[in-house]
């Protein structure tokens, strides 16, 4: 079946626009996560919805970032302003429950802040 | 906070040979714990994952790790490495009050095997 799909999977913008990323989560998964992963590092936590709403946005750096689900299926995370510290390769994750649920990965955005 | 970390960044080992990645990690009650590879251009992919339990846990690939409370452990291994398996690998620990489920990754092993 299908697994968790990323759109695009390149995206180059320059310093201050507005980007939107992507994730078509497995479907039937109520849980969907979204992490960044920097070069050379691990994923970092992000935000985490169940169903539509956002229950954990603790990972967003700031209020440049924002992420939506509205029907309880497809997100978009959504970066204003941004700056080139912002590029890294964002993973969106989806399951079916929550704690201890596997998490499903798609391929990531890798986005370049130029 | 609850933290993970793999103190080898980077690991060659021959073809054939056995392998073990290390895993330490920070957290209050009993955690969940997981390995995921990540190969280049391919999404993570869970290995194997241990919740309660037998402490030595079976995945795919023929990996297996061994949860060890005394000393904050959860290492990973396989007795013969394949050419196939040079990748990054993750461990993670779910993490969050009210079980949502998130996960607080190592900064990952990169591992290279020699033919």
């Known amino acids: 079946g299908a697994g968790v799909s990323q759109t695009p999977s390149n995206k180059v913008t320059e310093k201050g626009k507005y980007v939107e990323l992507r994730c078509d989560p497995i479907?039937?998964?109520?849980?969907l996560y979204w992490y960044r992963q920097s070069l050379g590092q691990g994923p970092e936590f992000l935000i985490y919805?169940?169903?539509?709403?956002?229950?954990?946005d603790s990972g967003l750096p700031n209020d440049r970032f924002f992420a939506v689900r509205p029907e309880g299926s497809v997100s978009t995370l959504k970066i204003q302003r941004t700056e080139r510290g912002d590029s890294a390769v964002y993973l969106c994750?989806?399951?079916?429950?929550?704690?201890?649920?596997?998490?499903?990965f798609g391929p990531g955005t890798r986005l370049t802040v130029t | 906070a609850q933290s993970v970390t793999q103190p080898d960044i980077h690991i060659t080992v021959s073809e054939g040979a056995s392998l073990e990645l290390r895993c330490n990690y920070s957290?209050?009650?009993?955690?969940?714990l997981f390995w995921y590879v990540q190969s280049p251009g391919q999404g993570l992919q869970l290995l194997l994952k241990?919740?309660?339990?037998?402490?030595l846990v079976q995945g795919i690939k023929g990996f297996e790790a061994e949860f060890k409370r005394s000393q904050s452990s959860f290492n990973l291994r396989k007795p013969s490495v394949h050419w196939s398996d040079a990748a990054e690998y993750f461990c993670?620990?779910?993490?969050?009050?009210?079980?949502?489920?998130?996960?607080?990754f190592g900064q990952g092993t990169t591992l290279q095997v020699k033919p």
């Open positions: 994750a989806s399951s079916l429950g929550t704690s201890g649920a596997e998490q499903y």
């Open positions: 479907s039937g998964h109520t849980a």
């Open positions: 919805f169940q169903g539509t709403g956002a229950a954990d």
């Open positions: 957290y209050g009650a009993t955690p969940y």
């Open positions: 241990y919740f309660s339990g037998d402490t």
């Open positions: 993670a620990v779910a993490s969050g009050s009210g079980n949502t489920g998130k996960l607080i």
